[in-house]
């Protein structure tokens, strides 16, 4: 089974610091990782994933997270943040072969301020 | 971009009373449909994969006779809420995962909030 830990459940910054969210995964196989985003009151959206190749993936947003393996992390990272950044942002892992389920994190909430 | 789309957006109901949500998936097929609930400030928790033209399967700890889910077409899955109570008010997602490329989509979310 996967699980995957975000240990900080909130991430106060001012505008334009940088931010890292962290995430760590646990598995036994090879998974897919994702990082989702949730405005207040929506759906999740897709903000990145990674699935094979380059291990530091981007978004067109700024954001990027790294995959290492060595220490099961897919960490988020921005290097300057927009108050409209504010939000609830959740790490996800899926098993890389066959109709998986994604398992998330319990996220973690960016708060941006000016 | 694929979209998915959830009805209604929230919902108000009465203790004992049955609600309907439905989710579609807008501008693709997905024969599997996922359905989720989400506490305040937590995390999404699966609540059952359901896969078109068969029955759903339900996560550990959900009640398959309250919580029922049809997936009777590529693009249509609904999650009926039998007899609500107060504590089945939630946020509830579904998702879609495209037939053609395995991605997965996420709804806008329902609230229901039972009185």
């Known amino acids: 089974a996967q699980s995957v830990t975000q240990l900080d459940s909130q991430v106060p910054v001012f505008e334009e610091a940088p931010v890292e969210l962290r995430c760590n995964y646990s598995s036994s196989v090879s998974v897919y990782l994702f990082w989702y985003v ?7 959206q897709l903000l990145l994933k990674y699935l094979s190749g380059s291990t530091l993936v981007e978004s067109i947003n700024g954001f990027e997270a790294e995959f290492n393996k060595s220490q099961t992390s897919f960490h988020l990272r921005k290097p300057s943040v927009h108050i409209s950044d504010t939000a609830e942002y959740f790490c996800a892992v899926r098993r890389n072969t066959g109709f998986q389920k994604l398992v998330f994190g319990t996220g973690t909430r960016l708060l941006v301020s000016p | 971009g694929a979209v998915v789309s959830q009805h209604p957006s929230w919902v108000i109901c009465k203790s004992g009373t049955s609600v309907k949500i ?9 024969t599997t449909m996922f359905w989720y609930r989400q506490f305040p400030k937590q995390s999404l928790m699966l609540m059952a994969t359901s896969n078109e033209g068969s029955k759903a399967t339900y996560e550990q700890g959900v009640e398959k006779d309250k919580f029922l889910i049809n997936h009777a077409s590529l693009t249509l899955s609904t999650l009926t809420v039998t007899s609500a109570h107060p504590e089945d008010s939630s946020f509830y997602i579904c998702s879609a995962r495209d037939f053609s490329s395995y991605e997965q989509y996420f709804g806008p979310g329902t609230r229901l909030t039972v009185t």
């Open chain 2, 22 to 30: 439905e989710c579609r998936s807008l501008d693709f097929q997905a």
């Open chain 1, 38 to 44: 949730q405005y207040p009151n929506q759906g999740l």
